[in-house]
């Protein structure tokens, strides 16, 4: 069975879609996907598709989609006439709730979670081309939000959230691989566009502090930090931490020719248009 869900729902067997149309059996084909190999319980089920407060019919509704699911999924088995296994083979009633048996196919989400890991151990390692390489590979598995045209409840809505959570970690980190390389200027659109998206995600406005600094932007790198205190303090009465503190204290010293200047706070980061960046690695990432 292939699964992808990085994006919109997508079901394979056999390379025939089992994916429904009907809202709710997609919902549950969503939760037995992101469980595969595991027993999601009826509880689990029926909270995600009727909430705290299920109908009385909400058993032998359940039952019928998951009839409908194996319908579809009888369907793709029969383009297979040498194989062996039934519907009921792949999604299993078990004590409690239902299975959903992957096989050998592909998934989405575990390759991307493969290729994260990857490019986490590189950067662990000190190899920065690998972890940018790895991790851009993973991010290209992403075509949209999560499960983007499954209505979610709230198990699911977690799920999706855990993901999306975990694209921005291996995000933050390929950036941070980015600017090791010294890839300043080829990071601003990008990093534009993210910092007016997670309006307050320290890293990734250091790391366009960073960015804008070494493309010779010192100014537009100290507004960034005063746009991020703004909107920290307005809506979180909270201060930026300490770690951006000292990367804005140290940009502010830069001497007018460009280059550092040293305080005891640490060293400035490197002049504009000299080598590899450092990190931007100013909060642990998220996810």
């Known amino acids: 069975m292939d699964t992808d869900i990085l994006g919109t729902l997508a079901v394979r067997e056999k390379g025939i879609s089992i994916t429904p149309t ?48 194996r319908e579809l999924i009888t369907a793709a088995l029969e383009g297979d006439p040498g194989g062996h296994r ?8 078990v004590p409690g709730g239902y299975l959903l048996k992957s096989g050998e196919g592909s998934s989405d989400v575990r390759e991307f979670e493969r290729l994260a890991g ?18 851009r590979a993973a991010l290209a598995l992403w075509s949209g939000p999560p499960l983007a045209d499954v209505q979610a409840g709230p198990h699911l809505a977690t799920q999706v959230k855990r993901l999306e959570e975990s694209r921005l970690c291996a995000l933050d980190q390929r950036i941070e691989a980015d600017l090791r390389l010294g890839r300043h200027r080829e990071l601003l659109a990008e990093l534009t566009v993210l910092v007016s998206r997670y309006p ?15 493309s010779g932007r ?18 979180l009465g909270l201060e930026p931490s300490a770690a951006l503190g000292k990367l804005q204290r140290s940009i502010l010293m830069a001497r007018p020719d460009g280059s550092p200047a040293t305080t005891t706070a640490g ?4 002049a504009p248009g000299t080598g590899p960046a450092g990190s931007g690695r100013l909060a642990a990432p998220v996810g």
């Open 118 to 135: 990857l490019g986490y151990r590189a950067m662990d390692g000190a190899d920065f081309p690998g972890a940018a390489r790895h991790l």
């Open 22 to 69: 009907a809202p709710k059996p997609r919902q549950v084909l969503a939760l037995l996907v992101l469980h595969a190999d595991q027993m999601v319980p009826v509880g689990m089920l029926s909270e995600e598709l009727w909430g705290a407060q299920p109908p009385r019919s909400a058993r032998p509704t359940l039952q019928t989609y998951i009839l409908q699911l």
């Open 86 to 93: 039934s519907a009921k083979d792949v999604l299993l009633t």
């Open 200 to 214: 307050t995600h320290e890293s990734l406005c250091g790391q366009y502090m960073l960015a804008l600094y070494r």
């Open 267 to 270: 060293a400035a980061p490197a």
């Open 218 to 235: 010192r100014g537009e790198a100290l507004d960034a930090y005063q746009r991020l205190r703004a909107t920290l303090v307005r809506g």
